[in-house]
């Protein structure tokens, strides 16, 4: 079966620009995270979908992150504007249903550098 | 919340060597699953292993959920097996499956 697609691989921004990022999760996946990786730490969760609706958004910047998952499929993550601690790796996961006893998968992820 | 810790921080070794990762968490788990982020940074996934062991090919892991811990095993290690390994574990309490990853090994593998 085909993994969670992502793109773009790799964005260079300035400051204060903003950007977007695309995720496809695997087929029949009703769950899709989104987390935020910064250099030389573990990933941490950014925002939770069941479906089309948000199940935790609680560590999401929301004055300037934005999130969406029309139609329970694919998803777009958004800044703006980007600052300079945006600067991470984006990683989109899917699993099955989003219980906790489920494994995740994850995407290649998207490397963000702000300028 | 959970804390996750693992252990060492850095590891080097010469191809051929085995090593031993270990990840402790501070409470119960039903989601316990180990990564390789190569230098790429790709989150491969290694094992799903909330409990029990698992074995593929050179690497193994155990997971002992009572006593609240988990063993990444690499035999006969190659230059491809450098990177980042991660833990990461999910809660009973959360059923929104949302994992917390632990700081990570840094694995160098010399030729």
């Known amino acids: 079966e085909a993994g969670v697609a992502q793109s773009p691989r790799y964005k260079i921004i300035e400051k204060r620009q903003s950007v977007a990022f695309w995720c496809n999760p695997i087929?029949?996946?009703?769950?899709l995270y989104w987390y935020q990786q910064i250099l030389g730490q573990g990933p941490k969760l950014l925002i939770q979908?069941?479906?089309?609706?948000?199940?935790?958004d609680s560590q999401l910047p929301k004055d300037r992150f934005s999130a969406e998952r029309l139609k329970g499929v694919d998803s777009t993550l958004k800044i703006q504007p980007a600052k300079l601690e945006d600067s991470a790796v984006y990683l989109c996961?899917?699993?099955?249903?989003?219980?906790?006893?489920?494994?995740?998968?994850f995407g290649d992820g998207t490397r963000l550098s702000i300028l | 919340g959970i804390q996750v810790e693992q252990s060492p921080p850095d590891l080097i070794l010469q191809e051929g060597a085995n090593s031993t990762l270990r990840c402790n968490f501070s409470?119960?788990?039903?989601?316990l699953q180990w990564f390789h982020q190569n230098p790429w940074g790709q989150l491969i996934n290694l094992f799903y292993?909330?409990?029990g062991t698992k074995q593929n090919g050179r690497l193994s892991a155990t997971t002992v959920a009572t006593e609240r811990y988990s063993l990444l095993y690499i035999s006969s290690s190659q230059t491809t097996d450098s990177g980042v390994y991660f833990c990461?574990?999910?809660?009973?309490?959360?059923?929104?499956?949302?994992?917390?990853f632990g700081q990570g090994t840094e694995l160098s593998v010399k030729p």
């Open positions: 996961a899917s699993s099955l249903s989003g219980r906790s006893n489920q494994p995740q998968h």
């Open positions: 087929s029949g996946h009703a769950t």
């Open positions: 979908f069941q479906n089309n609706g948000v199940v935790d």
């Open positions: 409470d119960s788990v039903n989601n």
């Open positions: 292993i909330p409990s």
């Open positions: 990461a574990v999910a809660t009973f309490y959360n059923q929104g499956g949302k994992l917390i």
